[in-house]
């Protein structure tokens, strides 16, 4: 299992900015992708950006040029720094990474399948 918990989720208001952290912990061999989703009351989750392994970024193209994620492959840490927030922007905002994990046997590394995580989200309020 790879955990993921989120931080600096809050009330902002309009045009304001939030930094969203998201750490990952457990017995990790390998994350490729990571990425920030959203959802909103009585909406489906939508990809708001994601980051590869390589460090190839995509944003959703209502967050173009407002909101930036990076990623720190050592530390297995990824963020999302949200500026010009927009009372659309109101969501609960969820960390996920496409990764895998390893058991030990004799002193070696087996690792497993690559799945999806999902961490618990952090609510962002943008008020106008």
């Known amino acids: 299992q790879i955990q993921l918990e989120e931080s600096g989720g809050g009330l902002v208001q309009a045009g304001g900015s939030l930094r969203l952290s998201c750490a990952a912990s457990?017995?990790?061999?390998?994350?490729?992708?990571m990425g920030w989703y959203r959802q909103a009351p009585g909406k489906e989750r939508e990809l708001v950006a994601g980051?590869?392994?390589?460090?190839?970024?995509s944003y959703a193209d209502s967050v173009k040029g407002r909101f930036t994620i990076s990623r720190d492959s050592t530390l297995n840490t990824v963020s999302l720094q949200m500026n010009d927030l927009k009372p659309e922007d109101t969501a609960v905002y969820c960390c996920?990474?496409?990764?895998?994990?390893?058991?030990?046997?004799?002193?070696?590394?087996?690792?497993?399948?690559?799945?999806?995580?999902w961490g618990q989200g952090t609510q962002v309020t943008v008020s106008s």
């Open positions: 996920s990474a496409y990764g895998s994990t390893y058991a030990m046997k004799d002193w070696t590394k087996y690792q497993s399948g690559y799945e999806h995580y």
């Open positions: 980051v590869t392994s390589g460090g190839t970024t």
């Open positions: 457990g017995r990790i061999f390998s994350i490729n992708d």
